[in-house]
């Protein structure tokens, strides 16, 4: 899909240079930016939603699991 965008300038170039540099068309560079910047604050939701969650869930954990748990980790080399 074609999208015109208005981008500064500075930020256009520096596209263009690395664009260059990686031998890659201007498109993918902008579109690799784009999925990345998504994948990184796209989780903001997901925290969002768990945070509703267990505001109104207790997820503390059983006592006797926490134990077992612990007794794990404290055999463990670290």
């Known amino acids: 899909m ?3 965008v208005s981008v500064p300038e500075p930020i256009f170039e520096a596209a263009e240079r ?3 540099q990686r031998r890659v068309p201007r498109s993918r560079l902008f579109a690799d930016a784009l999925s990345e910047y998504l994948a990184r604050h796209g989780a903001e939701g ?6 509703e969650v267990y505001a109104e869930q207790d997820s503390a954990l059983d ?7 612990n ?8």
Do not use: G, S, Y
């Open 2 to 4: 074609k999208v015109a």
């Open 71 to 78: 007794a794990l980790i404290d055999d463990e080399a670290w």
């Open 63 to 69: 006592p006797a699991l926490a134990r077992a748990q």
């Open 18 to 20: 690395l664009a260059k």
């Open 46 to 51: 997901i925290t969002d939603k768990l945070n």
